[in-house]
């Protein structure tokens, strides 16, 4: 074997290695950039959940409430309640859903992936209990809003009113549901698998 067969002997071996450096390299930053998009994505639909919790209260309170001429307590029971809930759950997404402690994505650190991890998975927690106990409350305090609404009626038309407000967030609540877990499995489940994987290497390096 002359030298001209050595050295291609050597490059063909150490190429491999060169392309998955590089490789990595581009997964990395493919992997930094979704994340970051992702965030931002979060970011803007806890703004659009708030304005429209706002817009949503004072329609309530200075809309509604005027317009109906509350004439129990119940009505503002009933508002206290369901806002209290919503904005609870709220608070909860600003808080839990968004890595406060550090917004620079570095993929190279394995803080900061552990706590884009949490907060990403916080997002699950929210859809199986958070927001269903949140609806479950909501309900009550609309119930209790309808209890004051159709105080002066027939207890049947209250029955019946009743009932369908269940119905309706039973089945508004159901595909909301149902369409946010898609949504995660669709943005967030590739993700935090990932960065699951990219945490195992730096674990291992």
Not at 21 to 41: G, H, P
Not at 90 to 107: E, R
Not at 135 to 146: A, D, E, K, P, R
């Amino acid at each position: 074997m002359n030298f001209d067969d050595i050295q291609k002997s050597w490059q063909t071996q150490h190429a491999p290695e060169l392309i998955n450096k590089e490789s990595d390299k581009t997964i990395v930053s493919n992997l930094q950039e979704r994340t970051k998009a992702l965030q931002r994505k979060i970011i803007w639909t806890n703004i659009m959940m708030t304005v429209v919790l706002c817009l949503t209260s004072a329609a309530f309170v200075f809309i509604l409430r005027k317009g109906f001429a509350p004439k129990t307590m119940w009505f503002d029971i009933g508002l206290v309640i369901m806002f209290g809930a919503i904005l609870l759950s709220a608070l909860a997404q600003w808080l839990k859903s968004v890595p406060w402690g550090n917004l620079k994505a570095d993929s190279s650190s394995n803080e900061y992936i552990s706590h884009t991890l949490k907060s990403l998975r916080f997002r699950d927690t929210s859809i199986r209990l958070i927001t269903p106990l949140q609806m479950v409350i909501s309900t009550i305090g609309l119930n209790l809003i309808y209890l004051d609404i159709f105080w002066d009626e027939s207890w049947k038309l209250r029955l019946v009113m009743h009932l369908a407000l269940i119905i309706v967030m039973v089945l508004v609540g159901g595909l909301s549901l149902y369409y946010s877990r898609l949504r995660y499995q669709e943005l967030y489940e590739p993700i935090i698998k990932d960065l699951e994987a990219l945490k195992s290497k730096l674990r291992d390096a």
